[in-house]
């Protein structure tokens, strides 16, 4: 069974940092693109960054880009989000997602619980 | 960045009938697409990919269509277990781009 656990969501002040855990486990998981996507309270989607299956290749959202890095340790199993330079406009749920089909981007078939990242004063 | 919009944003429907919800994409991405359900408090649910391929296991009376810039998801016979917000997503280019949302509920 294919479970992705995200953990490290917290109350962090503007301007702190942040590191995100997602725990994959039931599939081979550096055959896999990895995706983060988050959720604002009350909002819609939003994907964030991705990475590919041997990190070589990495993309985010314009909203992060420069602030957050994506990464993984396939010898782990995990994939990792570094959130720096947080805004209160970070603040969602923060979900782990992963891609479809091997070394390509689908859809997005399996994703976390989620694990929320509130910035606040 | 390529931007989704979808129609309606909410719309109200009873079990039995059927629904039809349009993506838009501001630029072609071929088949590129899919579609979401989610339901509050869960995490997203893949429905449908390459705009009209269906996942595994989701049942039959969804399905979508389109290519290029317009895009529709269908639900033939709407279940009670079928009131959820449904989100498209493109993935033709970087970033990846969601639609806002169509939430349907009980009428």
């Known amino acids: 069974e294919v479970q992705l656990v995200e953990s490290g969501g917290v109350v962090v002040q503007p301007g702190g940092s942040l590191r995100l855990s997602c725990a994959a486990s039931?599939?081979?998981?550096?055959?896999?693109?990895m995706h983060w996507v988050r959720q604002a309270p009350g909002k819609g989607l939003e994907w964030v960054s991705l990475?590919?299956?041997?990190?070589?290749?990495?993309y985010y959202a314009d909203s992060v880009k420069g602030r957050f890095t994506i990464s993984r340790d396939n010898s782990k199993n995990s994939l990792y989000l570094q959130m720096n330079s947080l805004r209160t406009e970070d603040t969602a749920l923060y979900y782990c997602?992963?891609?479809?089909?091997?070394?390509?981007?689908?859809?997005?078939?399996?994703w976390g619980q989620g694990t929320l990242v509130t910035v606040s004063s | 960045a390529i931007r989704m919009t979808q129609s309606p944003s909410s719309l109200s429907a009873s079990t039995g009938d059927r629904v039809t919800i349009t993506c838009r994409a501001s630029?072609?991405?071929?088949?590129?697409l899919a579609w979401y359900q989610q339901k509050p408090g869960k995490a997203p649910k893949l429905l449908i990919y390459?705009?009209?391929t269906l996942q595994s296991g989701v049942p039959s009376r969804f399905s979508g269509s389109g290519s290029g810039t317009d895009f529709t998801l269908t639900i033939s016979c709407l279940q009670s277990e079928d009131f959820a917000t449904y989100y498209c997503?493109?993935?033709?280019?970087?970033?990846?781009?969601f639609g806002p949302g169509t939430k349907v509920d009980i009428k």
């Open positions: 997602a992963k891609d479809l089909e091997m070394a390509t981007i689908t859809g997005f078939d399996y």
């Open positions: 039931g599939f081979t998981f550096d055959d896999y693109t």
């Open positions: 990475i590919s299956w041997d990190g070589g290749s990495t």
């Open positions: 630029q072609g991405i071929s088949s590129y």
């Open positions: 390459a705009a009209s």
């Open positions: 997503q493109q993935y033709y280019s970087y970033p990846v781009t």
